[in-house]
């Protein structure tokens, strides 16, 4: 018979138990090697990088081939004539930083687009008057040089091993023909309308006159042979003698200078669009200085101010300077990350732009001083307000205080997203991407097979702002990838994701989830997330959510309970619809590599 004494403690262990949630199991585990990884947005671009390293690729080879076969399976997030945002670093523990960014025709001005009547399929409501003050989100209008390319091309030469021929190889089997997944024939069905608009994009995605169904071969014919032509002028220059650097910069010629820059400014000629020959032949891409900080014990790099780079060190130098370390995804934690980041993204949505049209007070915004101060604009509530700072004594102009163009879109017109590359090798190099841009649906140009990016609608018609569009200038973007080291520069991971706006916010928390929290790879990613609208958008509309907290709904009530009281507007969302779809990997402490995927939305990581 139990005494009353044990029968209290067997009642109160129940009780415990029962309160507990029990722990969750990820649904993957991280893969680990000793030679090489790669993780990617799919298993067609981390096949492709798998292949590159069994040839003896090093992990610049891999991210390469990776982005090239994402680029050609992708459809849906990424195409051949986007753009791509490069960390590397190299055995001799320098870090390089790529702008694949593509640039603004030259015929384009603000003016013009601040008058322009929009038309079909650019926006979703066709007032007979034609509605003004917006970029266009679909079509020839908003489309740029095509930057992904060049930068990896650029990367290529610079820090690869291996031929052109060797890194397309992949994507070129893939332009002859894969079997479609669920996701693609999806997103190509319900582009349909679209491309009906447009008879080179309804012949590239409607073979035979319907959308492919799902687990059908699609083929892109035009594509594979002008991915063959780029290979057979690295052929011929090597034929002649060059070096394997000299026959790259023929492949790039080729593109930016030969027949496909051609093409392309044929077809835009003839479609109403802005893209010339002379703004192909004019693009060149060069590896510029990365921007970096320290955050306990680790240095973070991370691209320019082209891109929303730079908001992830200010809001490490504000969370730098605290005291204490709350606990894992508690109230305080969220509310402190999320106010941070509010900081920061009103800094990029005031003083960040194109650096080579525009000054960047950039010795303040990445400085530890500047940090510090606006830490103290961090209290128990949260902020309703944009608070861009004081630089140099002068508060910047900030675009919600703008009469700004606010138009519904048709869905099928909306940013649809990115997708993400990164590569470790066993000799240290670090390779990380976020490719983007000529989603669906897509402008093919001509017989080229090539979809041509919208990214001009990351602009905004704000005169004066430094992200205005102007002829020859490069959107402010969001792509942004992340590579860190130790504070004596060794590797320690690579990581990047898509999610527009959410970059930032999803890549902090998987980056923290790692180095504070001591979670492996996989745990990282698929641990529940959170963030914020509480900032303007980069696309479309360039919307605005005052107070805006979304949480994982995996995240207990009572937190977002406190969350409420502290002032945010929370809502909850789904793990498999949280904005952004991570991939990571790590350095261990023996030198092996780890790596994790996001399983909610398909993205794959390998190892050997």
């Known amino acids: 018979k139990l005494s009353k004494g044990l029968i209290f403690f067997a009642l109160a262990a129940l009780s415990v138990a029962q309160s507990r949630r029990e722990p969750e199991r990820p649904l993957k585990q991280p893969v680990r090697g000793v030679h090489g990884a790669v993780a990617a947005g799919s298993e067609w671009a981390t096949e492709a990088g798998m292949h590159t390293y069994y040839k003896g690729g090093n992990a610049v080879d891999v991210g390469v081939a990776s982005m090239f076969a994402g680029s050609v399976s992708e459809l849906s997030h990424y195409g051949f004539g986007g753009e791509a945002s ?16 593509g640039t603004m025709p030259k015929l384009a001005t603000a003016e013009m687009f601040r008058n322009r009547p929009l038309q079909p399929f650019e926006v ?30 650029l990367a290529l030469r610079e820090y690869g091993s291996m031929s052109f021929e060797q890194v397309i190889a992949p994507a070129i089997d893939l332009a002859d023909g894969f079997a479609l997944d669920d996701m693609r024939s999806a997103s190509i069905a319900y582009s349909q309308p679209f491309f009906n608009m447009w008879p080179t994009s309804k012949a590239h995605f409607l073979p035979n006159g319907h959308a492919p169904r799902t687990g059908e071969i699609f083929r892109q014919p035009d594509l594979a042979r002008t991915l063959r032509g780029m290979v057979d002028a690295e052929k011929k220059a090597l034929a002649a ?12 010629d080729h593109f930016y200078r030969g027949e496909i820059a051609r093409k392309i400014d044929a077809f835009s000629k003839a479609n109403g669009g802005l893209l010339r020959y002379e703004d192909l032949a004019a693009f060149k891409v060069q590896v510029e200085e990365p921007v970096s900080t320290t955050f306990k014990g680790y240095r973070v790099y991370k691209n320019g101010f082209w891109s929303q780079g730079p908001a992830m060190i200010e809001a490490l130098n504000i969370l730098d300077g605290f005291d204490d370390q709350p606990a894992f995804n508690s109230a305080a934690y969220i509310h402190r990350v999320v106010e941070a980041l509010k900081l920061a993204y009103a800094d990029r949505d005031t003083y960040y732009g194109d650096p080579k049209f525009t000054h960047i007070p950039a010795d303040v915004l990445l ?19 944009f608070l861009p700072g004081a630089i140099h004594g002068k508060a910047g102009h900030h675009p919600s205080e703008e009469a700004m163009a606010h138009v519904p879109l048709d869905p099928v017109l909306m940013a649809h997203d990115t997708t993400c590359v990164d590569a470790i090798d ?24 090539i979809p041509l990016s919208v990214r001009a609608q990351s602009f905004v018609l704000i005169p004066g702002s430094p992200n205005e569009l102007g002829p020859g200038k490069r959107p402010r973007v969001t792509l942004s990838p992340t590579l860190v080291t130790s504070a004596d520069g060794k590797p320690v991971e690579v990581l990047s994701t898509p999610g527009g706006d959410t970059q930032e916010q999803g890549l902090l928390q998987v980056m923290f989830n790692s180095l504070i929290f001591h979670m492996n790879a996989e745990n990282s990613i698929e641990a529940p997330r959170f963030g914020t609208r509480h900032l303007v958008s980069s696309f479309d509309n360039h919307a605005w959510e005052r107070g805006d907290l979304q949480l994982d709904d995996r995240i207990p009530s009572a937190i977002a309970a406190d969350l409420a009281a502290r002032g945010h507007h929370v809502s909850t969302m789904s793990r498999y619809s949280n904005g952004t779809a991570p991939v990571l990997i790590r350095v261990l402490a023996g030198g092996a590599l780890e790596a994790g995927a996001d399983p909610y939305y398909n993205r794959s990581a390998h190892a050997w």
């Open 367 to 385: 400085s530890k001083e500047y940090g510090a101060e606006r830490r103290k604009l961090i209290t128990d509530k949260a902020s309703q307000e």
């Open 426 to 449: 066993k000799d240290g190099m670090m390779f990380s991407a976020t490719p983007s841009g000529a989603w669906l649906p897509s402008v093919i140009a001509g017989d080229t097979g």
């Open 241 to 252: 003698g060059a070096t394997r650097e000299a026959a790259i910069d023929k492949v790039r």
């Open 124 to 153: 979703t409501e066709r007032d007979p008057g034609g509605l003004k003050g917006i970029i266009p989100a679909a079509g020839l209008m908003p489309a740029l040089v095509p930057g992904m390319v060049d930068g990896a091309l």
């Open 86 to 101: 490069i960390l590397i670093r190299t055995k001799d523990g320098n870090v390089h930083s790529i702008a694949g960014i």
